[in-house]
């Protein structure tokens, strides 16, 4: 018989039956009233007026009974916070119970009862079951105390539970220490509090690899996951925990067998120096990977986005097993599309030519996306593997052969990309390609065949007659179409002037009079004022040797790679994005990253060290001191067009004018600014050499300045000698050479000498405590003083203050100890190696969301632009690019705490204005407030 037929009627008065039911003495028509009951609840029906009645059956001796009355109480205990307490006396009870499962069944329905106001009645229960006999209740419990500590993470903290935790870890039963493991790891991923007291050891660690064998396998997996954030104190303790955690390799579950390749991926980082101990990791590392391939499609896409990730970390890996990676008739298109990315990641020369062979049958495969990706990846391996790049131009040719049209027109994309690779190699395939112009119909195919029409025009007897067709049809096509007619065209006029006069002057006319685009207006206005002002700068510019392109454009950034790496066998692993993107917390999880030989030798503990700095700074999610920012709507540009093409425009010098070029120029009467259409502003003639860097390109601000001594406030009373029994003690915060510095003024205003001083630094949100003892060497007598500076650093433990940069002191003589606080200027915390590199701001810049950006200003500054880039970068804000928009003077900078918290921001100078325009992207909002006033006192002062 099957339950379905607690599903059927719905007869009048049937609230009044079941209430009956359940107040009745025959065990039978109990649960069936109460089966009833929960159907009803499945299917959306309020039953909640029934509580008190349900709630009444708990005191059964019917396990079945039990378990479906907590069922009901776990769904309404919420919307009835005031009955549900009525349930606290029979958990209690039943936590005591003779039958071990009815005291894990309690114990489960306590933690998914997520009421606050009955969670501090249930912490006595709770703590007699983790100390259960019976290690399946102490398994449940122990889950039960993250439940806890996500309802109320204050009460489980006071009342002791993560000690218990704690000892769990160390019980003799396999199940219970890794349900205390993953309990633990959950609760130090939300609270920084917590961090600070579960910190993994050498007998701890030893103790849970010991257990790893006895685990089931998703206990493994809890285990595994934990030792990934240790890190080994030497080379003798990584390599005997990448032997015991080998065997998992081979570990049917897969999600075990991704949990043991992250520990060991980690653990390599530490072990490079053993070049063959990692050689031989490599290669256990390959066969389990190739195993995951023979799973579902499913399992198998999870595995190649994690596979994704550890090729571009260490490509030895899988280097010779690049045929399992060749797709199969029957696989799903998003398991052909990963597999198609990892094959070029692997693709070498010793495999290119069954690479290629392969790609072109995929070509001629039914899946559209598919044959593009396919054709794609054959022009990537080109570029990739110069030695085979002839074979891969000639695969291409063969398939615009096909003439299959969405064939033809990515192959003309992506031999484009060849061309720029190698110039002057490959040119004489430019007629093929011609002779397909009439069937490219897509943007992408047309815009690439028209920049190859502009670059190899003097090759192309009719180019000219070729681009007049696209400009006929200008006003149809979409921008970046247009733009490429435009530039293709200035290319075809600055290489055959006499003949394309006509033509210039048509299309530069449709960009800047009858265009509404202003990115399509703008650079018609460029390429006409340098062809009337300076044609040999303007052929600098248009004709410049294009920057080298590389294969691995779509590899993550180093940074992120590293973080990822950290996450393999997570959600992060197959979004490719880290944590914080995707997952929305109270409090901001612990950042990992990968070791480093460095800190290993130096004895780091773990891998969460820097996380615990950073929770002074946490990732988006507290919106609460954004609030005190002032938020000033300002009208600063959209940021992807004003640092979109960072790292694709050119600045190089112009070359010197050529005899006869300015004559032709100078004779056209359709480009001179005397018409009768809109006239530009004719712009200042370039010099020789000048370059186009301030018309196009964003410049680099390397080796402006080199960093300095930072600025240094005045010295401020922080401990008047009332306070102190006649101790004063005056200070301020500075960073000279990297380091910084606590400088003090101690002055004795007592009768008698002053000794014994010694100064402690509270917990605090960036983890300063003193790198050394108070250096006062000899008393200090009577209205006498001393002045000293005593250096600071980071590695003290973190606790997050208001404001951020608040500093709790305690200095103590041989009279008695006193107390002060005092806030450390931001910019003393920004360190010397927070210069980025432009792809990776440009990349980190559009990874950050736009919620996580604040813009205000900052007025009363009379500094240039150049003052202002020197200024900052004395204070260890350092200028990445600089750029001109509108009569409108960009800086683009970025800054790094000691906590390697970056903030990015944009200074927007307006001539004649002493008001700048700041923008600032971070991932950590709660510094903004701070960094934009310290940003603020640094100007002004040097105004």
């Not at 703590?127 to 204050?154: E, F, G, Q, W």
């Not at 935790?165 to 920084?192: G, H, Q, R, Y």
């Not at 190859?452 to 049809?473: P, Q």
Request: proline content about 6%; overall charge negative; some cysteine.
């Amino acid at each position: 018989m099957t339950d379905s037929k607690y599903f059927t009627t719905t007869k009048k008065g049937e609230i009044a039956e079941l209430k009956a039911d359940l107040a009745g003495d025959k065990k039978e028509k109990k649960r069936d009233a109460v089966k009833k009951i929960i159907a009803n609840m499945t299917v959306g029906k309020d039953v909640s007026t029934l509580f008190p009645d349900v709630v009444n059956c708990m005191q059964t001796s019917d396990v079945e009974l039990k378990k479906l009355v907590y069922l009901y109480l776990m769904n309404y205990a919420k919307s009835h916070p005031d009955m549900a307490i009525m349930a606290v006396n029979t958990f209690a009870r039943d936590c005591e119970d003779h039958n071990p499962l009815v005291r894990a069944l309690a114990v489960r329905t306590m933690g998914c009862i997520r009421v606050d106001k009955i969670t501090e009645y249930l912490c006595d229960p709770l703590r007699k079951c983790l100390k259960d006999d019976d290690p399946y209740v102490r398994k449940t419990a122990a889950v039960c105390v993250v439940k806890m500590h996500d309802i109320n993470a204050s009460l489980v903290e006071d009342q002791g539970f993560l000690d218990l935790l704690k000892d769990l870890v160390s019980d003799s039963n396999p199940m219970v220490v890794a349900n205390a493991v993953a309990s633990l790891t959950e609760i130090c991923d939300t609270s920084p509090s917590a961090r600070s007291q579960f910190e993994l050891n050498p007998a701890l660690v030893n103790k849970l690899l010991t257990s790893l064998n006895e685990c089931a396998e998703w206990g493994q997996v809890f285990v595994l996951d934990s030792l990934a954030l240790y890190m080994p104190n030497d080379d003798r303790e990584a390599k005997n925990i990448c032997e015991r955690v080998t065997p998992r390799l081979a570990h049917s579950n897969s999600a075990v067998v991704l949990s043991a390749v992250r520990v060991i991926m980690r653990l390599m980082e530490v072990l490079d120096e053993h070049v063959d101990y990692c050689h031989a990791l490599t290669k256990k590392l390959a066969p389990p990977l190739v195993t995951l391939l023979s799973s579902e499609p499913e399992i198998q896409y999870v595995a190649l986005r994690n596979i994704s990730l550890i090729v571009q970390k260490r490509p030895n890996i899988l280097k010779a097993d690049i045929k399992v990676f060749f797709v199969k008739y029957n696989d799903p298109i998003y398991v052909k599309l990963e597999k198609l990315d990892i094959m070029i990641r692997l693709c070498s020369d010793v495999n290119i030519q069954s690479v290629l062979a392969e790609l072109k049958e995929y070509a001629a495969e039914v899946d559209v996306d598919f044959v593009r990706k396919s054709v794609r990846a054959i022009g990537r391996c080109a570029i990739k593997v110069e030695s085979e790049a002839e074979r891969a131009v000639q695969t291409l040719l063969e398939l615009i052969q096909t003439k299959v049209n969405y064939v033809v027109q990515e192959a003309v994309v992506v031999i484009k990309d060849i061309f720029r690779k190698y110039p002057n190699k490959y040119e004489n395939i430019i007629s093929t390609l011609c002779e397909n112009l009439n069937s490219l119909d897509e943007p992408d195919a047309r815009a690439s065949m028209i920049w190859i029409l502009g670059e190899y025009a003097e090759r192309i007897d009719n180019a000219a007659e070729l681009l007049e067709s696209f400009v006929e049809h200008f006003a149809d096509e979409p921008t970046h179409v247009q733009l490429q007619v435009l530039t293709a065209v200035v290319k075809l006029f600055l290489k055959q002037p006499n003949d394309t006069q006509t033509l210039v002057q048509s299309v530069l006319s449709l960009a800047t009079q009858e265009s509404d685009n202003p990115d399509l207006r703008d650079r018609g206005y460029i390429y006409w004022r340098l062809l009337s002002t300076d044609p040999a700068a303007a052929k600098a510019v248009v004709l410049a040797e294009k920057p080298h392109i590389s294969e691995e454009t779509d590899l993550l950034e180093p940074a992120l790679l590293d973080e990822l790496i950290c996450h393999i066998a997570s959600l992060s692993s197959v979004y490719h994005k880290p944590p914080a993107n995707f997952t929305e917390r109270k409090t901001p999880s612990r950042a990992v990253t990968l070791p480093t030989k460095a800190e290993a030798t130096a004895g780091a503990q773990t891998a969460e060290q820097p996380a615990q700095q950073a929770a002074a700074a946490p990732a988006a999610g507290a919106p609460a001191p954004v609030a005190a920012a002032t938020v000033i709507p300002t009208a600063v540009p959209g940021q992807d067009n004003l640092i979109g093409d960072l790292l694709s425009l050119d600045s190089r010098p112009a070359e010197p004018p050529q005899a006869g070029l300015g004559d032709i120029l100078s004779d056209l009467g359709g480009l001179g600014l005397t018409g009768s259409g809109p006239t530009p502003a004719a712009a200042a003639p370039m010099a020789n050499g000048a370059g186009v860097g301030d018309i196009f390109s964003l410049q680099s601000a390397a080796g402006m300045f080199q960093p300095g001594t930072s600025y240094t406030a005045p010295k401020e009373v922080w401990l008047p000698a009332n306070k102190g029994k006649g101790l004063q003690v005056e200070g301020t915060f500075s960073r000279r050479q990297g380091q910084l510095f606590m400088d003090l003024t101690v002055s004795n205003r007592a009768m008698q000498a002053m000794t014994g001083f010694a100064v402690q630094c509270n917990r605090n949100s960036f983890g300063l405590t003193p790198s050394q003892a108070l250096h006062i060497p000899h008393p200090i007598g009577a209205n006498q003083s001393v002045q000293t500076s005593l250096p600071l650093n980071t590695m003290g433990p973190v606790q997050r203050l208001e404001p951020l940069g608040l500093l709790q002191v305690a200095i103590k003589n041989a009279i008695d100890v006193f107390y002060f606080s005092c806030n450390v200027p931001y910019w003393t915390l920004w360190v010397e190696e927070g210069k980025m590199d432009r792809k990776v701001f440009l990349a980190t810049w559009k990874d950050i969301p736009s919620t996580n950006e604040v813009q205000c200003t900052i007025n009363g500054v009379s500094l240039t632009t150049e003052r202002a880039a020197e200024v900052l970068e004395l204070n260890n804000v350092f200028l990445i690019a600089k750029r001109t928009v509108e009569a409108q003077e960009l800086l683009y900078v970025s800054l790094v705490f000691t906590n390697k918290v970056h903030v990015l921001g944009e200074l927007k100078f307006t001539p004649g204005s002493t008001t700048i325009a700041l923008a600032l992207k971070t991932r950590a909002l709660d510094v903004i407030p701070g960094v934009q006033v310290a940003l603020e006192t640094i100007l002004h002062l040097q105004s």
